[in-house]
């Protein structure tokens, strides 16, 4: 009973435009034979009659017939070749019988495999029926296809929501969609509006914002809140103030494309350009209404705004779309900025849905912490009696040993207040001993009083020791011979070294002089006994002898090598010693030169500030002079030779003041004078 009716008005919906584009073209061809029929009848007052604004517009309409029906049959042609010149005719409207055939094209939905399981899908079940069936009422109630209940629009609708429902069960069914879908209904048959359903969901960003999350379209809502801020920042200070979100009154517009907020012919024009361009559009058209309603918007609160948004602004688009899409494209869109919005966007999002993670693990910890603490309790149930019973014998023992303890602290007590009286005897036995030593603690206290006297007296001495030793290191600071001291150090350390290396020979010769002592007294020893032995002994006495005198030169060599080198450690310490003084000198030349060049620079200064000084003073003398001889001047209007005069006294004495500051002037020189008055 459904799918008869269905097909009949598939057909009907397809073969309409067909039959009407023809209409048209014969019926222009007709007008043309008649024009020119006319046109040889009466070249004049036909022709100028057939000119009205109703053929006018009947031409135009004619014209984009053609041109579309050129379109759609070399669509391949002009999508790749002329795509430009494709979206400006777009943005100027599809023609309404032309609409579906380019809205499939637009979305490549004509060639479609699923277009065939349409049949198929309509057997099948789906989980959302219910909500479909009950939203359906809602879908347009006011539109004639859709108003009836239980009519043909009605259940193509059903049955197309139900397709996508069993088709993306992700998604399954949301409201927003029905009003897409009725739109496409509206335009074509059931089957291809399926198809192209399909495709907006698939291509155009649709599933996502249908989605149960619905994150496309908070990422929608947050590219457009920046948008505003951006180009309209104080409507969106107002809203901010007004908390009145991006969502309130925009999330609609993403959702059905203006099908739900605007007259249906804008909101068809609308979805011409949004097949076209994709979301693109619901941004422009979005914030033109809002630059549209600016001045009115920042003057309401909350629930004025929504007022206006629900009834004030789609009245406004009663006149028709094209004011609307032109403002829409005045807007400033940038792709790649939006693009950056998006990736700003994600970030954001997965911080929070790491927060949420967190969140949902804590909250299931907690709950799992509460489900064990109610297990124990009961478990502990139980226990918690036997722990009574366990708890009364505790405080029956405990009460036994309190009792035990207070006997044993009593018995304490009597022998400590027994130890207490022999204690005060002992005081008074001690008292009684101390009365002799008093005496002694007296000389005690006054030998301690004089050792403190005296330890004040040496503590104040040693302060005056201190005082006379900060002084002399400050007079030792102020005495300004740091040189002899380094120069001193320098020889002291020389002496040093020399000491050291003196030391250390003397050593050896002493060394040296002790071996030669033990020798030369074998050497007696053997010389004793020498007259007694034979004559090899002799021999060899002799050869010892000689061996003895080598030695003694060998020590007289060594001993002058030794002060030969002392000599030379000397030298070599007084070497280093001059050259260091060298050193210092050149250093304190080098301090004196660079003072004495300073001297020079501020010398140089000094003298340019006294030439300038002279040099002013002479101006100062020369305006005395010129206002001393004013009254001479006065008079010189009456007298010439006067003025003269004046002049020339006033020149000398300006040549003057310069001779006196340059040294190169001549007071005898008044010829020069009178030719320079001349």
Known sequence: AVVYPCLMFNVYVMICPIFYFLYRLLETDSKSLRSMNGSRRNSGSSLVSSSSASSNLSHLEEDSWILWGRIVNEWEEVRKKKEKQLKDLVRKGIPHHFRAIVWQLLCNAQNMPIKDQYSELLKMTSPCEKLIRRDIARTYPEHEFFKEKDSLGQEVLFNVMKAYSLVDREVGYCQGSAFIVGLLLMQMPEEEAFCVFVKLMQDY??????????????????????????????????????????????????????????????????????????????????????????????????????????????????????????????????????????????????????????????????????????????????????????????????????????????????????????????????????????????????????????????????????????????????????????????????????????????????????????????????????????????????????????????????AELRETRQRMLELETQNQIHSNQLRRAEQESRCLQERMQTLTVQNKDLHVQLQEIKRRQAEIECKVHVQVLMPWTRSGRRHPWALSIVSLGAFLDVAGMHSSMWGSYKLDDTEYHFELLE
């Not at 969106?236 to 203006?258: D, G, N, P, R």
């Not at 020399?498 to 020893?525: C, N, P």
């Not at 006994?529 to 090899?536: A, E, I, V």
């Open 205 to 558: 960003r649709l599933r996502e914002l249908f989605k149960p999350s619905m994150a496309e379209l908070g990422l929608c809502m947050y590219q457009f809140e920046c948008m505003i801020q951006e180009q309209l920042p104080e409507l969106h200070m107002h809203f901010q103030a007004q908390s009145f979100h991006t969502s309130m009154y925009a999330s609609s517009w993403f959702l059905t494309i203006f099908l739900t907020s605007f007259p249906l012919p804008v909101a068809t024009r609308i979805f011409d350009i949004f097949m076209c361009e994709g979301l693109e559009i619901v941004f422009r058209v979005g914030l033109a209404i809002l630059q549209m309603n600016q001045t009115e918007l920042i003057q309401l609160d909350m629930e004025g705004m929504l007022q206006h948004f629900q009834k004030v602004i789609p009245h406004q688009l009663d006149s028709g779309p094209d004011k609307v899409i032109q403002a829409a494209y005045q807007v400033k869109y940038n792709a790649k900025k939006m693009k950056k919005l998006e990736k700003e966007y994600t970030t954001i999002k997965t911080k929070e849905m790491e927060e949420q993670v967190e969140i949902k693990r804590l909250r299931t910890e907690n709950r799992l912490l509460k489900q064990r603490i109610d297990t124990l309790e009961k478990v502990s149930a139980p226990c918690m009696r036997s722990a009574g019973q366990v708890t009364r014998a505790q405080e029956a023992e405990e009460n036994y040993l309190v009792k035990r303890e207070l006997a044993t602290v009593k018995q304490q007590s009597e022998e400590a207040s027994a130890q207490l009286e022999q204690a005060k005897k002992t005081i008074s036995q001690l008292q009684q001993q101390q009365q002799p030593q008093a005496e002694s603690v007296l000389q005690l206290e006054r030998e301690l009083v004089q050792a403190r006297l005296k330890e004040a007296e040496s503590q104040c001495a040693l302060k005056e020791m201190q005082d006379k030793i900060l002084d002399m290191e400050k007079r030792n600071t102020s005495l300004p011979d740091d040189t002899n001291v380094a120069r001193l150090q320098e020889e002291l350390i020389g002496v040093k070294l020399r000491e050291a290396e003196a030391l250390t020979g003397l050593k050896e010769l002493r060394q040296q002089v002790r071996d030669l002592e033990e020798h030369w007294q074998r050497h007696l020893a053997r010389t004793a006994s020498r007259w007694k032995d034979s004559p090899k002994k002799n021999t060899l006495s002799e050869l010892q002898d000689e061996l003895m005198s080598v030695r003694l030169r060998e020590a007289e060599a060594q």
